[in-house]
């Protein structure tokens, strides 16, 4: 008979599988109590996060029958290692920048995979010229410079994916480099039995539309080159036709007009009223013209001015 503590545990994530349809699939290697507790804190009310024993999390998305769409989980055998579920009621977007919000920096040690490339920068150690001989067994090139070690050129240490050795790790701690940074890793995105790539989420819908944008671009310019009309290439053809259109009917003198073409006839007629109208009637009336003064007034002001009050 299965204790309270499993009995709870069935009862909650059968009850999250059944309310929510989205999901991720996250590894939680290396992941604090106090991470937990600030993203869980963060998501309250947008999401769940679901931890426990892969075994346990299995038998219930097994319980579910082979119609759920959970079971694409069991299928891709995701539910392995220290994993969980994190539950999203809304924007998988917003939870995906909540959860990668929360990493922390952390010391390289010995036997731990490397989650990225290290490189030791070029620059002063702060250790005194007696640990040469350390640097020298570390094939690190340095010089002294002040009293003290210097590195001298960046140094590839540590390659993604490899182990970390104890003198690597005896070497950064000695360096205070923190070279890795943990938390929750997105490892897939479940939204109602479709699977993809947490990097998905990072395309925005500006993205979208400058990639349609440029291959529609580029499919008109291959269908032009090589005389195949389709979808892309009407809106061209039509602009085309009627800027032909317009042409033959303004240099022709035809009779025969059309709105496009008439407008462009009244702008060839008088360009200016068309400069007026760009403003948008945002422009001040023309001031109207000073009227001119009459003959006497001009005398009495030259008067005025070569009198003796002149400057």
């Avoid at 090589?226 to 085309?240: K, L, M």
């Amino acid at each position: 008979m299965p204790s309270k503590r499993k009995t709870d545990y069935f009862a909650l994530m059968k009850g999250l599988l059944a309310e929510y349809t989205k999901c991720f699939v996250v590894h939680a290697d290396h992941v604090g109590s106090k991470q937990f507790q600030d993203i869980r804190k963060a998501l309250r009310g947008e999401g769940t996060v679901l931890m426990g024993k892969n075994t346990m999390m299995r038998k219930v998305i097994n319980g579910l029958g082979p119609d759920s769409p959970y079971q694409r989980l069991i299928e891709a055998d995701l539910i392995r290692g220290n994993v969980g579920l994190i539950f999203v009621k809304e924007s998988l977007a917003l939870a995906k920048g909540v959860v990668t919000k929360y990493t922390v920096p952390a010391p390289a040690r010995a036997g731990v995979v490397a989650n990225a490339d290290v490189v030791v920068p070029a620059g002063p150690t702060g250790c005194d010229p007696s640990q040469t001989n350390y640097f020298q067994t570390m094939d690190v090139p340095t010089k002294i410079t002040k009293g003290q070690i210097e590195i001298v050129r960046d140094m590839p240490l540590i390659t993604k994916g490899d182990r970390v050795t104890p003198g690597q790790a005896d070497l950064l701690q000695k360096l205070g480099i923190r070279p890795f940074t943990y938390g929750l890793e997105i490892v897939k995105v479940f939204d109602n039995g479709e699977m993809f790539d947490p990097k998905i989420l990072d395309i925005s819908d500006n993205d979208i539309i400058w990639a349609f944008t440029q291959g529609a671009r580029n499919v008109a310019a291959l269908s032009f080159s090589i005389g195949i009309a389709n979808q892309s290439t009407v809106p061209h053809s039509i602009r085309a036709a009627v800027r032909a259109m317009i042409s033959v009917v303004i240099n022709d003198g035809m009779s025969y007009s059309f709105d496009a073409a008439s407008d462009v006839k009244a702008y060839l007629a008088d360009p200016s009223a068309f400069a007026v109208a760009s403003g948008g009637g945002n422009e001040a009336a023309a001031e109207p013209e000073p009227e001119p003064e009459s003959e006497e007034e001009e005398e009495e002001v030259q008067i005025n001015l070569g009198g003796d009050d002149a400057w």
